[in-house]
C-alpha cells in the first residue's frame, strides 16, 4: 500500500486567500497553524473566513464545501513516481459566491498535471457529500492507534519507575545523613533532628510561621535604658543624703546581695554612710539584686526568671557539644519554650499562679533591709516599697523578652581590674552576644554604655 499524501489546497475564495493543509482524512491544517480534527462542529474564523470541519470529513469554508477525504491523492502506481510524490498541490480556482469550489491537483515534485478534478456542490438542507475511499485504510489506521497506545504505555512506565527510583534514592540519602545531625551546625533541620525531606521541611516552616518575630534593636536598648532611668528616679525620690549615725549600715544584709560583686563589703558600707556617695551605693545595690537574679544560669530559688526554665538550664549545662551546635540549639530552644509557656506569664503578669511572685518578694526584701535606713521620712512607707517592686517586676519583664529572642544577650560587670582605680559600674552594659542565626559577634555587639562612677577607696 502506498504512503499518503498529503495535499495543499491554494486558491481565492470571495476575493479572499485560502490555504489548506490536508494532512489526512480527518485532519486539515488552516494558516496559522490551526489543526482541525473531524468530528463535533467547531468554527475557526481565520484571515476574514469561517472553517468548520465536521464528522462528515467535510470541510466548509463560508458555507463552500470542500470533501477533504476526495482532495486526497495517492501516489503514483509506479515506484518511481511513489517516492518523489509525497506532497501534492490544489490549485483553487476563484468560485462564484454559493457555487461549489473546483480545485486541480499537480505533483510539486514533477510539475506535470495529474488528470484529478473534483468538485462538491454547495450544501443543502438534505443532502451531504460522502467520501470517498482512498487515504488510510481502516486497518492501517487501526494499527497505527495500537502502536501508539503501546508506545505510550512503555514511556509512562519509564516514568513512573524513574520517580520511585528517585524517591528511594531520597529516602536512603536521608537516613544515611541522621547520624551526622547531631554534630552538624546550626541548619533548621538539624536543629529539630529531622532528615532533610519534604515532611521535615513542612514541620520546620510550621515552627517558624508561629514564632514571633525578632524584637527591633530600639525596643530592646529603650527597655534597658529605662531600667537604668527607673532605678535613678527611685533612689533620688525615696532617699536622703543626710548623714547617718555609726552601725546605721548593717554590712550582713550586704552579704545577702550574694557573691562575686565587683566591690568589696566594707567600701560598699563606706558609700552608703557618706551622703555624697549614698546615692552611687543605692544604685548600685538596687541594680546588682535585680540583674544579677535575672541570668540564665542562676539559682531557681531566687531567679527572676521563670523558675522552671533557669532549673532546665542548669542541667542542660552538662551537655559537652561542639561550641557551635551548641549555640543553635540553645538559640532555638529559648524562643521555642518563651513560645509555649508565654500564656503562663504574658496574659496575666505577676498574678496569683505566676511562679516568679516569691522570688519577686524574696529579692526587695533583700533591698529594703539595705535601703530602709536611708529612706525619706517624710515619704509613704508602702509608696516606696511598691514603687520598689514594681522596678523588679519591670526587670523580671525584661529578663523574659531576653530570654525569648534566639539571640544572646549578657547585662554584666566586667572584672573590676579592667576599671580604672576608683570608678565602680552601678550599671552595666547591655552586650549582644549572638545574633538570631548563630553567629557570634567578636567584640560583643554594645547595646547601651555602662554607667560608671568615681568613689575613693
Not at 524517591?167 to 552538624?184: E, L, M, T, V, Y
Not at 567578636?442 to 568615681?454: D, L, Y
Request: net charge neutral; charged share 15%.
Amino acid at each position: 500500500m502506498g504512503t499518503p499524501v498529503t495535499t495543499t489546497i491554494i486558491g481565492n475564495h470571495k476575493d479572499r486567500p485560502v490555504v489548506v493543509v490536508i494532512i489526512s482524512s480527518n485532519v486539515v491544517v488552516i494558516p496559522g497553524s490551526t489543526t482541525l480534527t473531524a468530528g463535533p462542529p467547531t468554527t475557526i474564523s481565520n484571515n476574514g473566513l469561517n472553517f468548520l470541519f465536521g464528522p462528515d470529513n467535510v470541510l466548509w469554508v463560508d458555507g463552500t464545501s470542500l470533501n477533504v477525504a476526495s482532495a486526497i491523492v495517492g501516489p503514483s502506481s509506479s515506484p518511481s513516481s511513489a517516492a518523489s510524490s509525497n506532497t501534492m498541490s490544489t490549485i483553487l480556482t476563484t468560485p462564484t459566491p454559493g457555487q461549489s469550489i473546483s480545485f486541480v491537483s499537480s505533483t510539486a515534485a514533477s510539475g506535470s498535471a495529474l488528470s484529478a478534478t473534483q468538485s462538491t456542490t454547495s450544501p443543502t438542507a438534505t443532502g451531504k457529500s460522502h467520501p470517498s475511499k482512498s487515504g488510510v485504510s481502516g486497518g492501517a489506521a487501526a494499527g497505527i492507534a495500537i502502536g501508539c497506545l503501546i508506545a505510550g504505555a512503555a514511556i509512562a512506565g519509564l516514568i513512573v519507575w524513574l520517580l520511585m527510583r528517585r524517591s528511594r534514592n531520597k529516602i536512603q540519602a536521608g537516613f544515611q545523613d541522621r547520624p551526622a545531625a547531631a554534630h552538624a551546625g546550626p541548619e533548621k533541620q538539624l536543629i529539630l533532628g529531622a532528615p532533610s525531606n519534604a515532611s521535615s521541611d513542612s514541620t520546620l516552616r510550621i515552627v517558624e510561621n508561629h514564632l514571633p518575630l525578632p524584637l527591633e534593636d530600639n525596643a530592646i536598648s529603650g527597655d534597658v535604658t529605662k531600667l537604668s532611668t527607673l532605678i535613678k528616679n527611685h533612689v533620688q525620690s525615696y532617699y536622703h543624703e543626710s548623714p547617718v549615725a555609726s552601725g546605721t549600715v548593717d554590712l550582713d544584709a550586704l552579704q545577702a546581695l550574694g557573691d562575686n560583686l565587683p566591690v568589696s563589703i566594707g567600701t560598699l558600707g563606706t558609700l552608703l554612710s557618706n551622703p555624697t556617695t549614698r546615692e552611687v551605693g543605692l544604685r548600685f545595690c538596687i541594680a546588682w539584686v535585680i540583674i544579677s537574679r535575672s541570668k540564665l544560669n542562676g539559682d531557681p530559688k531566687t531567679t527572676l526568671l521563670p523558675p522552671e526554665v533557669v532549673q532546665c538550664v542548669s542541667s542542660m549545662s552538662a551537655i559537652n557539644w561542639e561550641p557551635k551546635a551548641w549555640d543553635a540549639f540553645t538559640a532555638n530552644w529559648k524562643a521555642i519554650t518563651a513560645e509555649c509557656i508565654k500564656n503562663a506569664y504574658l496574659p496575666n503578669p505577676f498574678g496569683p499562679q505566676d511562679a516568679r511572685n516569691a522570688n519577686i518578694l524574696q529579692a526587695t526584701e533583700v533591698l529594703e533591709t539595705i535601703l530602709a535606713p536611708f529612706a525619706v521620712t517624710r515619704m509613704d512607707h508602702s509608696t516606696r516599697q511598691r514603687n520598689l517592686e514594681e522596678i523588679t517586676k519591670r526587670a523580671a519583664t525584661f529578663a523574659f523578652v531576653l530570654f525569648s529572642q534566639r539571640s544572646s544577650w549578657r547585662l554584666d560587670w566586667p572584672d573590676s581590674r579592667t576599671m580604672a582605680p576608683g570608678s565602680l559600674v552601678i550599671f552595666p552594659a547591655l552586650e549582644q552576644l549572638m545574633d538570631e542565626e548563630g553567629k557570634r559577634f567578636q567584640p560583643p555587639r554594645a547595646f547601651s554604655e555602662m554607667i560608671v562612677r568615681q568613689i575613693d577607696e
